[in-house]
């Protein structure tokens, strides 16, 4: 091990006292060093230091290379009463103010309508007051849950601070073991789609890659990543990674938090809410369909309370041998490639998550071009199927489908994930009626969708270059007024008893459970109706099944009681819209995929599409090695030279 791999808060401040005294010779004063999660945080009471506390990370970052933020003693800051009235005079449009007293910040949230102040407007208040300041937007269509989480991350900022402690003393530890060999383990989605969870082992450090559920298992071993491999997984793994906010990739996040793992989850910042709101409802459905949920809300919450946020291009140390940095995946809002770099150049892996290899009407194609790369785990959904129709082909499908039930008097289903493909299928029939293409109809929305779409419009940054230039207007831009919220049982009813042509879009998006089985309990009988998947159905789920041509399924009612429900209505398909790569789209990210790999590692596909995909990849990709593994088998990656 060499000197320069050792790492600690002496060797920091000799570092920060070194630059103080030779690059900027100023008077540092600094009171205390802090780990703040992957960060380091100093705090001054120089407010010279303070005001320039851009430039001087800055500088510190390139000599030390980790994380830092500047942080203003308490000494130089304004009195809160001072500040707040500071703010509400100077600023105007203020809705809420979020005080951190501990670390010296406050979120300033302002009306959407206002223009906020400039950065340099912002930077000599906050040079004047002493505090940091963030000036936040409000989102222009509400949503709890954005509030509910930053009630969880600034309401108790103690528990706050001492979590990101721990997690920075994680971080920051001295290396001991020197990075010979790394290992990669699948603990779900090897060649089955769901419970995603892959251990990345090195001689010094455990990191888990997503850690989702399985929609399609009923039981424990089925449903659950294999987390038995290791005997003690939570107390030995450093960090946890989540690609995007999708139940079988975060579900089992606060399962860890249950048996007491207290180490980071790493996540882009609108992951955050959206794993929050789909967590909570999982729980909640579980509880009403008198299913025993795996985890409670408190377990949730413990698990919000460690979750560290990273924006795209960030790179960031984990551990003291594993840097990641996201980049979009263009699946969903806030989903991400991760690029992991283990050792000082020993080896990169780029780990894709679910992705899509094309702009939709609301992200960005996936990046495919990467400093450095020597494996690719990449996703397989559809590995294995051609889609026969390209996007707008799809849209005039979708057109077909819906004017057709219209025109028959039937009323149109469709199932959504209420993350993601529900803002696009959205957008499309917005485009859709505005265009004439099919004949307007009241839609109504169901279940998270339209708090997913709430949440959309709170981080307009991480959508498509389209969409997040109209920030202005992107609550109408999505809620147009086509749609209806349904908001109550008494809605529900009203909308069961109407008569006539209409589109229902609600949750969940493969049948298992949620607004929409009510729905397709009283639509299923008559054949004017047509339920329309527009996203992958897996394995063992009710969606599934439909597609295959059952045409009969129990379902439990209000008092308890199972009924059986036939069905009559027409099922089909489009698969265009889907958030996944399409065969040819995953084909094509590897021909485009910068640098070559000499590792390809294809999970979350079933066998057929992972066997068929690794066939046509070999000959793409001819030198680079394929493996196609099942759950528990492991793969060594060697040193780069
Ligand atoms: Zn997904």
Redesign the pocket.
Known sequence: MTSQELFSLDKLRHEIARYFSIVNPIEAGVTKIEFEGPRIAIYTRNPEVFSNRDQIAKDLVTLIKKRIVIRPDESIRAPKEVLESRIKEAIKGVQALIFNELIGEVVVELTPTVKPPSDDEVKKFSAETGWVIRVEMQPPMQTKTIEKANNIIYGYPEERLQALRRIGEKVFRNQVFETKDAVITILGSGMQVGRSAILLQTNESKVLLDCGFSPGGTRNIEMIPRFDIMEDLVNELDAVVI??A?L??MGMVPYLFKYDYRGPVYCTEPTLPLMLMQQLDFINVAGKEGVFAPYTERDVRTAIQHTVTLSYGVVTNITPDIRITFYNAG??LG?AIIHIHIGEGFHNVIYT??FKFENSRTLDAAVYKFPRAETLIMESTYGATPVQFTREESEQLLANYIKQTIERGGKVLIPV?AV?RAQEIMLVLNHLFSTGMIPEVPVFLDGLVIEATAIHTAFPSYLGRELGGRIEELGNVFMSEYFTAVRSQQQRDDILNMEGPMIIMATSGMLEGGPILTYLREFASDDRNMLIFVSYQVEGTLGRKLLKGVREFSIIDETGKTELVNVKLEVVKVDGFS??SSRQQLLSYLRAFKPKPRKLILVHGEPDAVTSLAKSASKVLPNTRIYTPQNLESITLESKS
Request: proline share 7%.
């Open positions: 690609t995007h999708h079988d990739h699946h969903i989903s998550g679910d994930p993601g958030g996944h």
